[in-house]
């Protein structure tokens, strides 16, 4: 496999205008509604497949959030971000595949009454279409890192 077939990336450019900006006013403790505000922005994403079991993903988002007009506040909007950056990696156990074949499908003929055979590209018995979940939250790791200025 060569590492465009293994790489995703896609880019989004938006504008928002919005009739209200729902703010924070600190000395009351409590939001309020203020005037239209304009949002400019860049959004990209990159996916990368480096080995079969284990992805990157890596998400930008550069946005200029300002009021359309509040020249006492330089039209800023107190603190909207401005960078927004996510990433992560991914591994999969090998062991298991990338479909989610239940104990006791091996062949087509052992797929339960009502469900279908799924067939791969290249021939292969992938599993049964059927419906099946697993209850509560898959094992996970999370780090987070926050940087302020």
């Not at 900006?21 to 400019?40: I, K, M, N, P």
């Amino acid at each position: 496999m060569i590492a465009w077939n293994r790489l995703q990336l896609s880019t989004a450019f938006f504008w928002l205008d919005l009739d209200s900006e729902v703010v924070w006013v600190g000395d009351e403790c409590t939001t309020e509604a203020s005037g239209q505000t304009r949002r400019l922005g860049l959004e990209a994403q990159f996916r990368l497949e480096i080995v079969p079991w284990l992805l990157a993903d890596l998400d930008a988002t550069w946005v200029r959030a300002e009021f359309v007009n509040n020249p006492g506040n330089a039209n800023a909007i107190a603190l909207a971000p401005e960078l927004l950056l996510s990433g992560g990696l991914t591994a999969r156990d090998p062991r298991t595949g990338l479909s989610r074949r239940l104990v006791g499908e091996d062949v087509p003929a052992d797929c339960p009454t009502g469900t279908r055979a799924v067939i791969e590209p290249d021939g292969t018995f992938a599993g049964c279409e059927d419906l099946h979940f697993t209850p509560g939250w898959p094992i996970y790791f999370q780090v987070l890192a926050t940087v302020k200025f």
